[in-house]
């Protein structure tokens, strides 16, 4: 049997031959064996402690490469656990493939150790899943979830590998036949372009509008179309506005970024051209009182389906860099410019510089105990000093996201991460690793609040392990939205001497957390606290935890989420 291979050894090999070079996850019964060949071939492989943190790394993965991020887990809980960067890939359209093992095919319906229908468990959350039932089927099985997981819109795929598949054997000879196979059999779609009759409509549309807008999202940052989407906004003089993670596409700090003066962008505008971003909530579903009821969206996305769901007043599909150099190339032929005393441009850039000068005399004051404000306007500071490559900000909960949002400067593309169209808390530290191994010339940055830190805190090790360029800064406000707040008469009933659901032990040292592995802790309470830490840290390069006091009654509940609470 010296010829011969296993399971494990047939997917670690069809892996590392069609491509991939990361993958994330939790070993354990039956998958260890695969994670050590794949290492062996060549694959990195990140070990994380819990399987969700895994998972978000994979789909951030996926969006800053543009090539499927792999999350690797056992059966049965570790498929479900896994569910969450699964369901968090798909609903931000992001190319991931969870590999789960699962029980014995022969002991189904028995009660096997672990045993979970995992095909059926994942369907609400993948767009594709297989199940390899033979040794000879698992080629063909990890080129399709591959392949699945990057065409058309982007997604969640599945691929399941049964603990007897992976025992199974097969000759060297037969294994490289079957690969070879698979890869002279893979076809890749080419992507769809709008007819330039289509280009002509939507050209026609933005030159007649009186107010037009820009709209980007990070469908246009995966496609990789800052580019184009830069010479656009310069050549036209419309204003733009990104969404969260569209920030950086085109630098924050543009003349024509209109992000400071959005409800007026938003509601005065009669033409939007919407790129790579979905008219969902985020962007109030595209429909009035936010938006003026009788805007033209002339909407770009690589899904036609997407198109037929919002019925705008123009549907191109393809993909955002392509459409943008159809679009250019079009303008270029017979130019049109707004022009800096543009009325509409006027109204924009006005509108800007008063919010702006608003926001920096919040932000020039120094005030301790710290709010939410002092401390960002630092940390912004510290990030546009650290210059090209520009770091990676990873953002997440409530009154600490929403006002990054707003502080930070993005100056270049995908460098900001955040919890994204399905909102999701506890992303931070797995897209943390997922940027630092994903870029490693670059530094990562976390803003996060205490309780979206708490869903990921123990990665900190993983940091450490693996030696990561990783600086996590936790605003701790004691609680999920900062302390009790509760009204006198809510605080009534037999378990009113317990802690307010949304509350923390207040003072906690998150800083030592990251001590106990052997990286950097901080504790901060003062400007000057904050500026050395940051200084220190970010110099070092290596796995930091700043632990930044915040005033318990800064924030807001639910941060600007109120009425949904």
Request: neutral net charge.
């Amino acid at each position: 049997m010296a010829d011969c291979l296993d399971g494990n050894v047939l997917a670690a090999k069809s892996f590392a031959r069609f491509g991939v070079t990361h993958m994330f996850g939790v070993v354990g019964i039956p998958v260890t064996g695969l994670a050590n060949r794949a290492v062996q071939l060549g694959i990195r492989f990140i070990a994380f402690h819990n399987e969700q943190s895994a998972g978000y790394a994979a789909s951030a993965y996926g969006y800053l490469t543009g090539r499927p991020g792999l999350l690797l887990t056992v059966s049965g809980p570790g498929c479900v656990h896994g569910l969450a960067g699964l369901s968090n890939a798909m609903i931000n359209t992001w190319p991931m493939v969870m590999i789960s093992g699962s029980s014995d095919q022969k002991d189904s319906g028995r009660g096997d150790f672990q045993e979970l229908d995992q095909i059926e468990a994942v369907k609400p959350f993948s767009k594709f899943s297989v199940k390899a039932k033979d040794i000879k089927e698992i080629p063909d099985c990890v080129a399709r979830v591959l392949d699945h997981a990057v065409s058309g819109r982007p997604g969640g795929c599945y691929l399941d590998l049964p603990t007897d598949v992976l025992h199974q054997m097969i000759t060297e000879s037969e294994a490289e036949k079957l690969l070879t196979e698979v890869e002279k059999g893979r076809v890749f779609e080419a992507t769809k372009a709008p007819p330039s009759s289509e280009i002509a409509k939507a050209v026609s549309v933005l030159r007649k509008a009186e107010r037009p807008l820009i709209v980007f999202g990070k469908g246009a940052a995966y496609a990789r179309a800052e580019g184009e989407l830069k010479k656009l906004v310069e050549r036209t003089g419309i204003p733009f506005l990104p969404t969260p993670m569209g920030k950086g596409l085109v630098n924050d700090d543009h003349e024509l970024a209109a992000s400071a003066a959005r409800s007026l962008a938003i509601g005065k505008c009669d033409v939007a051209l919407v790129v790579g971003a979905r008219l969902n909530w985020l962007l109030h579903f595209g429909e009035s009182p936010k938006w003026d009821k009788d805007v033209k969206f002339i909407l770009v996305d690589v899904s036609e389906e997407e198109i037929k769901l919002r019925k705008p007043h123009l549907g191109l599909v393809g993909d955002a860099k392509k459409v943008l150099k159809m679009i250019n190339k079009e303008i270029k032929d017979d130019p049109f410019c707004l022009g800096k005393s543009h009325p509409w441009v006027e109204a924009i850039s006005k509108k800007v510089k008063d919010n702006v000068s608003k926001m920096e005399a919040q932000l020039a004051k120094d005030v301790v105990p710290f709010n939410f404000l002092t401390p960002m306007r630092i940390i912004r500071d510290a990030i546009l000093g650290v210059g090209s490559p520009a770091p990676v900000v990873v953002s997440e909960g409530a009154n600490t996201m929403d006002v990054g949002r707003s502080v930070l400067v993005q100056t270049e593309p995908r460098t900001r991460l955040d919890a994204g169209t399905w909102g999701t808390m506890g992303v931070g530290l797995g897209y943390c690793i997922a940027a630092a191994v994903a870029n490693p010339e670059q530094l990562v940055v976390a803003v996060e609040g205490d309780s979206g830190f708490g869903f990921s805190a123990m990665e900190v090790e993983t940091l450490v392990r693996y030696k990561l360029p990783v600086v996590v800064i936790v605003f701790n406000n004691g609680g999920v939205y900062g302390g009790d707040r509760r009204s006198p008469e809510e605080v009534s009933g037999p378990f009113k001497d317990d802690p307010a659901p949304t509350s923390f032990v207040p003072g906690a040292a998150y800083h030592n957390l990251i001590e106990a592995f052997g990286g950097k802790g901080y504790l901060v309470g003062t400007p000057d606290e904050l500026k050395s830490a940051l200084s220190e840290s970010f110099s070092a390069r290596k796995p930091a935890v700043i632990n930044v006091i915040i005033d318990p009654f800064a924030g807001a509940e639910s941060g600007r989420m109120q009425h949904k609470n």
